[in-house]
């Protein structure tokens, strides 16, 4: 399959980590990246990134990201309270006689700055995270760290999607969960592929994901991992809620003893790029219609 004009971006999540989302990112981007011109592997899953083990990348380039965070001069400020009225994050409140800032909480929106009337706060640049890009054979790989005990993912998660902009075909290895990183990283996505196992465990977490999924009114459809363990509960949502199962990957014991070498599935075991194509054809299939 020649895919060298697309312009996709294909975000693979899943509600819990450890059910092979970063098994079906990183088998999908590198197989196609032998299909088509310009494929790129973003990790996003930034508090720890795991792709790198299985796609052993060459990095060419690294950069820092930071974030504005206020400071605010005390002797300027007149304690009218706007900062901290405007605020969503409560990261800044006004206590009559000093302005507290409490940078954990920020998400450097800038909104405190601009409402100063004196012009008392100001932006301090820190470093949260670095970005890393690099090759894996024919495939590009763009890889996003957030410094250990940081608590806010998005602002790197953005700067990999930011590096990764322009054409091709560009998969997202998705952070685990429900949360904002999640969202921050499906955002934009044209298909979210949504891995789970069919497991109650595995469908209370797939339902979570495709109620926040919902919202966004993203394309999506399920990717079984470990088929032939649990029950056939996932199976039976999928129906109910009419999302397509796309592709199921046995749970097989060399395919698990191929993960924990850090291998790839369709490296050790090449007939498996067929059924990524294939996934992948389902994908675009679900796209265009
Ligand atoms: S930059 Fe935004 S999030 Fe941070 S303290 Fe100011 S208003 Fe709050
Ligand atoms: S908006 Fe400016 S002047 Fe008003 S309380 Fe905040 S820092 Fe002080």
């Known amino acids: 399959m020649t895919q060298n004009q697309e312009n996709l971006l294909i975000a693979v999540a899943s509600g819990k980590g450890g059910t092979g989302k970063t098994t079906f990112a990183t088998n999908l981007a590198w197989t196609l990246s032998g299909d088509s011109d310009r494929v790129i592997y973003m990790d996003c899953d930034v508090e720890e990134p795991n792709g790198h083990l299985f796609l052993n990348p060459e990095w060419s380039a690294a950069r820092e990201v930071k974030v504005g965070i206020p400071i605010v001069d005390q002797d300027r400020c007149i304690h009218c309270g706007k900062c901290g009225r405007i605020c969503r994050f409560n990261a800044i409140a006004d206590l009559g006689t000093r302005v507290m800032t409490f940078h954990d909480l920020c998400h450097s929106c800038g909104g405190c700055m601009l409402v100063c009337p004196v012009q008392a706060i100001t932006e301090q640049w820190n470093p949260i995270g670095m970005i ?81 999924l919902g919202l966004l009114k993203l394309k999506l459809g399920v990717a079984i991992n470990r088929k032939g363990l649990g029950d056939r509960s996932v199976y039976q949502f999928c129906e109910q809620r009419q999302i397509p199962v796309l592709m199921e990957l046995e749970d097989d014991r060399k395919i698990a003893e191929a993960y924990s070498r850090g291998e790839l599935a369709v490296v050790s075991f090449p007939h498996l790029k067929e059924r990524f194509r294939k996934l992948m054809q389902a994908v675009l299939k679900r796209i265009r219609t």
């Not at 993912?153 to 290895?173: F, H, L, N, Y």
């Open 132 to 212: 890393r890009r690099g090759h894996s054979g024919a495939l590009s790989v763009i890889q996003g760290e957030l410094n250990i005990g940081h608590p806010t993912s998005p602002p790197v998660i953005r700067e990999v999607k930011a590096e990764a902009s322009g054409t091709g075909i560009r998969i997202i290895d998705c952070p685990p969960g429900t949360s904002c990183p999640v969202m921050e990283s499906v955002k934009g996505s044209d298909f979210v592929l949504l891995v789970t196992e069919s497991t109650p465990f595995g469908l209370f977490d797939l339902r979570m994901m495709v109620e926040m």
